[in-house]
């Protein structure tokens, strides 16, 4: 029986990146027109974002800590944005 080598289709770093990008832009326009304000919006957005980089990470069957980038590491980065969000949000509020 032979062993089939990962054959998922890798991206490079830059393309990672890119879609990185673009969707935080995304996100941040739709918090930009949230009706509960942009912290709550983008915090939300963000939440769910994790989630379905976490999703699709598990789905595609992705390696973590791996040389290249992947969702996991893409939900990573967003987690630290939604920490930082959050912070912002409690020093808005008091």
Not at 51 to 61: S, Y
Not at 77 to 84: F, H, P, R, V
């Amino acid at each position: 029986m032979a062993h089939f080598a990962d054959t998922s289709a890798r991206l490079k770093p830059e393309q990672v990146l890119l879609r990185f990008g673009i969707r935080t832009a995304i996100l941040t326009l739709f918090a930009a027109f949230g009706s509960i304000g942009f912290g709550r919006s983008i915090a939300a957005l963000l939440w769910m974002t994790i989630i379905l980089c976490a999703v699709i990470g598990m789905m595609r069957r992705e390696r973590v800590f791996t040389a290249g980038l992947n969702h996991w590491d893409e939900m990573a980065a967003y987690t630290a944005l939604y920490c930082a969000v959050m912070e912002i949000n409690q020093l808005s509020a008091s």
